[in-house]
């Protein structure tokens, strides 16, 4: 177990990381960059969108990351009949106090894991809208907290559309990443079979012999670190150009907003501060910015025609923005 007083500077971060990702091996096999970036997106407050078609572990590595931080966790499953209500609870008379109260929905979590969040109608999915921005509801005029760390972990399927809702770029904007979640190779897939046969149960996280590595309170803690990290000018204007080149893109209808800017930004920091720097490289950038634009930029019809998407955009954004020295 580590204590929240451990937590002191970015090489503690990554001897942390290092322990929840060996720890996390125990029922997670091969998806180490989509847990990395989830572990990126915790330590900075985000959100994360996961793409990918059912069966990929999304689910599973949601629930293992809140078993690892001993953070409360709860699903909703989002469906086409979901009300905001579902989300967020509602007002119920109590007759022998005469007064009512809140009967607290499935919100008032750590972390929340959105599954399918594209099923449920826009009305249903901009309940979550404030809470992922303001870690906070309001219900009847009064603001009710949300626990910290508060964190979403959205998932959605890329294939199937039918019976689905898109969800809306302010929706989109809310989350700092996107991670693809894609079919495993063959030698990781073999071995997922052999645990499965083994007896392993996703289920009972805990008879697999997963333990709580780090208390929900470090991580708040883990985020004064990160926010001491060093980003020299030349990696501000870097992230800034990255944006404002996506903007003038003749392949985009919509590039890079400030607040993805941003996102690259502290997802940078919280990169770094997990390989044990205290300081931003335009490596950092380069490895966090994919997952961070790529549910922010609209393709042309004729980008999507020519067989691009948007990852094949940022990697000509990199080629046409200088690197700093």
Do not use: C, W
């Not at 380069?286 to 997952?291: F, G, R």
Request: glycine letters at 6%; aromatic letters at 8%.
């Amino acid at each position: 177990m580590i204590d929240k007083e451990t937590i002191m500077e970015p090489g503690d971060l990554q001897k942390i990381y290092q322990n929840l990702r060996q720890e996390a091996d125990k029922v997670l096999v091969g998806l180490e960059e989509p847990f990395e970036m989830l572990v990126v997106a915790l330590f900075i407050g985000g959100h994360v969108l996961l793409e990918g078609v059912p069966g990929t572990a999304k689910t599973l590595m949601a629930k293992t990351l809140a078993h690892l931080i001993q953070a409360q966790f709860t699903r909703i499953q989002f469906t086409p009949d979901l009300m905001p209500s579902d989300i967020l609870g509602t007002s119920v008379f109590d007759m022998n106090a005469g007064q009512f109260y809140l009967k607290k929905g499935p919100i008032f979590s750590q972390i929340l894991l959105a599954d399918e969040i594209n099923r449920a109608p826009a009305k249903t999915q901009s309940a979550l809208l404030e809470a992922m921005e303001e870690r906070q509801i309001n219900l009847e005029g009064e603001a009710y907290p949300l626990e910290p760390p508060f964190m979403v972990i959205a998932t959605q399927n890329p294939i199937e559309y039918e019976g689905t809702y898109p969800l809306p770029e302010a929706q989109l904007d809310r989350f700092l990443f996107k991670v693809l979640v894609p079919y495993s190779p063959l030698p990781v897939e073999v071995e997922v079979l052999r645990r499965f046969h083994q007896g392993f149960d996703p289920h009972r996280l805990a008879e697999a012999g997963l333990r709580a590595l780090l208390p929900a309170s470090a991580v708040v803690a883990a985020r004064e670190v990160i926010n001491q990290v060093i980003v020299e000018d030349g990696i501000l204007e870097y992230i800034a150009r990255l944006a404002e080149t996506s903007r003038r893109s003749p392949d985009l209808v919509l590039g890079a907003s400030t607040r993805a800017a941003t996102g690259v930004l502290l997802a940078s920091k919280s990169y770094a501060a997990l390989q044990g720097r205290n300081y931003v490289v335009p490596d950092d950038v380069k490895m966090v910015t994919p997952a961070v634009f790529r549910h922010r930029l609209l393709l042309k019809p004729e980008a999507e025609i020519e067989g691009l998407d948007a990852d094949a955009i940022v990697q000509r954004l990199f080629a046409q923005v200088e690197v700093p020295r």
